[in-house]
């Protein structure tokens, strides 16, 4: 199982390629850095993930029922931009054109890794986004601990 930690600034060069940081690199399993997936995320960012975690994602949305409209709108929605980029041999990832306009970024890139994925962001507004639920965040931990049996409570 994959665990990915940490919050690393790059740069897009005009061609959208940035390279992977050496700290980011070092967490990846061997055999796990050199091809990844990226899509669109959730909100206006973009989310790569390793091949492994991607294979068994894919696979539990492409098991989920087509015969009910949401479904069918949801895996359009989810798989839309979705696609394989092989790490160059200057340790570099592109980025599509279509996702560098999805998430608005022209330069300067935040990468946050959250375990299983990493969410690739425009820094300003990633730093944007972060300022402004940064206020709730107390409320929100409840929330989702209270969703999720409070996994917290033995911390």
Known sequence: MIN???EYEVSADAKG???LPQAFRKQLPEGMGDRFVLKKGFERCITLYTMDVWASLSDKV??????KANVRE???LFLN???VVDVDSADRLMLSKPLLEYAGIKKDIVM???G???EIWDKDTYYEYINQHSGGFSDLADDVANEMNNPFESL
């Open 4 to 6: 990915l930690i940490g």
């Open 74 to 76: 949801f895996k359009r």
């Open 81 to 83: 931009g979705a696609n």
């Open 17 to 19: 390629r940035f390279l």
């Open 116 to 118: 299983n994925k990493v």
């Open 62 to 67: 492409s098991k989920m029922n087509d015969f």
């Open 112 to 114: 946050q890794a959250q």
